[in-house]
T-cell receptor, first 110, second 115 residues
Framework: DAKTTQPTSMDCAEGRAANLPCNHSTISGNEYVYWYRQIHSQGPQYIIHGLKNNETNEMASLIITEDRKSSTLILPHATLRDTAVYYC???????????FGTGTSLTVIP | NAGVMQNPRHLVRRRGQEARLRCSPMKGHSHVYWYRQLPEEGLKFMVYLQKENIIDESGMPKERFSAEFPKEGPSILRIQQVVRGDSAAYFCASAEAGTGYQPQHFGDGTRLSIL
């Protein structure tokens, strides 16, 4: 069952930061937050994951609130190639699957 | 999605035939997962395998579907006596052994079309 809530769609101007929110108010203490994206006709691409500290890598930053009930994925300088469906997923180390809900369809506008 | 290799990318079968989908995990990964994506829907988990063992098949249909991950060679998802409803994109993911928090890395899928 879905444990996260995301907006259905968002737009972002090219070159601006894209901030994608995710609510996970029932997250358990042993569950990490993962972000994936799926560009049309491709497989899901892993972006980033974290537990409670903010994380940053070459693709994005992940900001997790102190109570861990929500998080935000930040793409610092969105490009047209970032147009995709973005999935926020919570999972523990005993869960075998990633549950892909409906995600957020991000459209980067020129 | 470099690393996880799936083939074929596209597969066409007639109703009643068998479909075999192959997945080679990333180097060093010993865990393989299969997911199915119907048109306009999210990915749905099917099965999780480690070398020579099925760990979790809770998402596999009870009939006609089977999966294996032999000691040598790729993981195979096999669908017998295919029907039109089997038309979908089938994605394989792999992960390395560890704490269980390792992310899964996906291939670009096999698109199965049933005539």
């Amino acid at each position: 069952d879905a444990k996260t809530t995301q907006p259905t769609s968002m737009d972002c101007a090219e070159g601006r930061a894209a901030n994608l929110p995710c609510n996970h108010s029932t997250i358990s203490g042993n569950e990490y937050v993962y972000w994936y994206r799926q560009i049309h006709s491709q497989g899901p691409q892993y972006i980033i994951h974290g537990l409670k500290n903010n994380e940053t890598n070459e693709m994005a930053s992940l900001i997790i609130t102190e109570d861990r009930k929500s998080s935000t994925l930040i793409l610092p300088h969105a490009t047209l190639r970032d147009t995709a469906v973005y999935y926020c997923i919570v999972r523990s180390n005993t869960g075998n699957q990633f549950y892909f809900g409906t995600g957020t369809s991000l459209t980067v506008i020129p | 999605n470099a690393g996880v290799m799936q083939n074929p990318r596209h597969l066409v079968r007639r109703r009643g035939q068998e479909a075999r989908l192959r997945c080679s995990p990333m180097k060093g990964h010993s865990h393989v997962y299969w997911y199915r994506q119907l048109p306009e829907e999210g990915l749905k988990f099917m099965v999780y395998l480690q070398k020579e063992n099925i760990i979790d098949e809770s998402g596999m249909p009870k009939e006609r579907f089977s999966a294996e991950f032999p000691k040598e060679g790729p993981s195979i998802l096999r669908i017998q006596q295919v029907v039109r409803g089997d038309s979908a994109a089938y994605f394989c993911a792999s992960a390395e052994a560890g704490t269980g928090y390792q992310p899964q890395h996906f291939g670009d899928g096999t698109r199965l079309s049933i005539l």
